[in-house]
Nanobody, 119 residues
């Protein structure tokens, strides 16, 4: 079982910054690929950024150069540093990981944290 708890969301003006955190428990965190997703009202959930156990990263085109994903295995925490925020970044941001147990793949999600960018 894996538990994910996000924090760090809030209201910020255009051009501002926020850092989201996601603390994982109940698993071998350092072995897991971790992701950040977001979901805006009326839109599908989309992948924002990924970091592998080897610290390789990947980003959605819409956030490249503005967002940075990182991890601290000693703290079982993954971060999303968001700079130069735009109104279109407004969404609920979710931490995600998945774990293969035998033949079954389990997906784990946090409860989400709201990010609102005001113009």
């Amino acid at each position: 079982q894996v538990q994910l708890v996000e924090s760090g969301g809030g209201l910020v003006q255009v051009g501002g910054s926020l850092r989201l955190s996601c603390v994982a428990s109940g698993s071998i965190f350092s072995d897991n690929t971790m992701d950040w997703y977001r979901q805006a009202p009326g839109k599908a959930r989309e992948l924002v950024a990924t970091i592998t156990s080897g610290d390789s990263t990947n980003y959605a085109d819409s956030v490249k150069g503005r967002f940075t994903i990182s991890r601290d295995n000693a703290k079982n925490t993954v971060y999303l540093q968001m700079n130069s925020l735009k109104p279109e970044d407004t969404a609920v941001y979710y931490c995600h990981t998945k774990r293969l147990t035998g033949p079954l793949l389990y997906n784990y999600w946090g409860q989400g944290t709201q990010v609102t960018v005001s113009s």
